[in-house]
C-alpha cells in the first residue's frame, strides 16, 4: 500500500510539473510574440492590381505611448490626401507589413491614406511584451493623436480602424473608448481569448485544455501587468455604435464562424457579416482576394 500511494504520489507531482511548464511556456509565449522580418513589396503580388502602379512601403512614423513606450508604424498617404486614414492593426502571428501587402494597394486605390502600426513588442515598436489590448487600446488613442496631424490642412479627420485577429480585438476595444474612430472592419477576429487558447491546445492533443487554458491566460496577464482576457469583445460590442462590418474565413480552425457571427450580432446594429470561403485564419484577405476588398471599402465608403 505505501508503494501504490509513493507511485501515486510521484505521479502526480510529474503530472503538476508538465502542467506547470506547459502554464509558463505558453503565457510566456502569448506576451512576447516573435519579432517577424517584415517582407519587401512583392512586385507579383501587387501586379495588375488598380492602384498599385504607387505602391511603396511608406516611410516610418513613430508615437510615444502614454507610459512611454516608443511605437512605431509606416504612413503611406494617397496620391491625394485627404482626412481619411485607414490605420491597420495586424494579429498575433503577423510580420507588421503583412497588413499593408494584403490590403494597402486597395485601399490607397479608394483614395484612404493608410497607416499600419506596429503593436508594442512587434517590428520596430518597443515594449516588452504584447497584452493583447490591456496596453494596446491606450496605445491607439496615441496613433490617433499623431495621425490627425498628418491630415492635411482644412480636412476633417476620418479615421477608420482595420484590425486582424488581435489586432481586431485591440481595435474594438480602442474604438469604443475613442469615438474619434469613424468606423471599424473586424477580420477573422478575436472574440474570447482563452476559449482560442483551448482551441490550439486541443489541436495539439493536450489534456485538460480548457483548464489550462484559464491558467496559460491568466498567468500571461501577471507577467504583463494587465488582463488580456477581460473586458471580451463581446462586453464591448454592445457599446459601440458606429459602422462596423465582420469578415470572416469559413474554414477557420482557431474561432468558429458562430461565434464571429455571435459578434456581429451583439452590436447595436447587428454587423454584416463577410464569411469568405476556403479561407482559414490568417488568409482570409489574400484568399478573398480584391473582390473582398472591394466589398469591405463599399460598406466603408457608404457609412461615413
Known amino acids: ?20 511548464a506547459v502554464v509558463e511556456f505558453g503565457a510566456w509565449a502569448l506576451v512576447t510574440p516573435r519579432r517577424i522580418s517584415d517582407p519587401p513589396p512583392d512586385p507579383k503580388r501587387d501586379a495588375g492590381t488598380p492602384g498599385a502602379g504607387a505602391w511603396s512601403p511608406g516611410e516610418t512614423i513613430r508615437v510615444t505611448a502614454a507610459d512611454g513606450v516608443e511605437l512605431a508604424g509606416r504612413w503611406v498617404p494617397a496620391e491625394r490626401p485627404t482626412g481619411r ?28 491614406s493608410v497607416a499600419a502600426i506596429d503593436l508594442r513588442g512587434y517590428g520596430a515598436s518597443q ?13 491607439l488613442h496615441a496613433w490617433l493623436d499623431a495621425l490627425a496631424g498628418l491630415v492635411p490642412p482644412g480636412e476633417p479627420f476620418v479615421p477608420v480602424v482595420w484590425g486582424r485577429s488581435m489586432g481586431a480585438a485591440i481595435a474594438l476595444r480602442a474604438a469604443v473608448e475613442d469615438d474619434r474612430v469613424r468606423a471599424l472592419v473586424l477580420e477573422a ?9 483551448a482551441t490550439f491546445m486541443r489541436k495539439r492533443k493536450l489534456p485538460m485544455a480548457p483548464a489550462l487554458s484559464r491558467l496559460v491566460v491568466r498567468r500571461a496577464g501577471k507577467i504583463a501587468g494587465t488582463s488580456l482576457a477581460r473586458p471580451r469583445a463581446l462586453e464591448m460590442a454592445p457599446r459601440f455604435d458606429r459602422p462596423v462590418i465582420v469578415v470572416h474565413g469559413r474554414d477557420d480552425d482557431l474561432i468558429p464562424t458562430a461565434l464571429a457571427r455571435r459578434l456581429a450580432d451583439a452590436f447595436p446594429t447587428p454587423a454584416p457579416f463577410l464569411e469568405v470561403p476556403g479561407a482559414k485564419h490568417a488568409d482570409v484577405a489574400r484568399v478573398g482576394g480584391r473582390p473582398l476588398l472591394e466589398e469591405v471599402l463599399d460598406f466603408v465608403d457608404r457609412s461615413i
Open 85 to 112: 486614414v485607414m490605420i491597420l492593426i495586424h494579429g498575433f502571428i503577423d510580420g507588421p507589413a503583412m497588413m499593408l501587402l494584403d490590403r494597402g494597394p486597395a485601399i490607397l486605390a479608394r483614395g484612404w
Open 189 to 197: 477576429p478575436m472574440v474570447d481569448l482563452q476559449a482560442s487558447v
Open 127 to 139: 515594449g516588452p511584451y504584447s497584452s493583447f489590448g490591456g496596453r494596446e487600446a491606450d496605445d
Open 1 to 20: 500500500m505505501t508503494w501504490l500511494i509513493a507511485t501515486v504520489g510521484v505521479g502526480a507531482g510529474i503530472v503538476a510539473g508538465l502542467a506547470l
